[in-house]
């Protein structure tokens, strides 16, 4: 059984920045991070291939976030600067089994297994 557990939420300040991470009970898969704020569907916010080697961002973090891993840890990180008031949600992080090693999976129904969300709040 795979196990996803986000830590790192909070609230913080307009241009702040917070680190999010999620320990996976095995690291063989893709992952991605993906946020839902109320009132609105999951949407993706940035993947990483197996390898670690392969990122892929939505336009509207790209620049202001950064996804990495530690295979050696199990964990997966998405390191967030600038914040804005939109970047409000709930983020889960979510692992599935990509093509190949240097695969990433923009899509959330490719995702096979996800955590419990941790809460980010961007105040003015």
């Known amino acids: 059984q795979v196990h996803l557990v986000e830590s790192g939420g909070g609230l913080v300040q307009a241009g702040g920045s917070l680190r999010l991470s999620c320990a996976v009970s095995f690291s063989i898969y893709a992952m991605g991070w993906f946020r839902q704020a109320p009132g609105k569907e999951r949407e993706f916010v940035a993947a990483?291939?197996?390898?670690?080697?392969?990122?892929y961002y939505a336009d509207s973090v790209r620049g202001r976030f950064t996804i990495s891993r530690d295979n050696a840890k199990n964990t997966v990180y998405l390191q967030m600067n600038s914040l804005i008031l939109d970047d409000t949600a709930v983020y889960y992080c979510?692992?599935?089994?990509?093509?190949?090693?240097?695969?990433?999976?923009?899509?959330?129904?490719?995702?096979?297994?996800w955590g419990q969300g941790t809460q980010v709040t961007v105040s003015s």
């Open positions: 979510a692992a599935g089994r990509a093509t190949g090693l240097n695969s990433y999976m923009e899509e959330k129904e490719k995702y096979e297994h």
């Open positions: 990483i291939s197996r390898s670690g080697g392969v990122t």
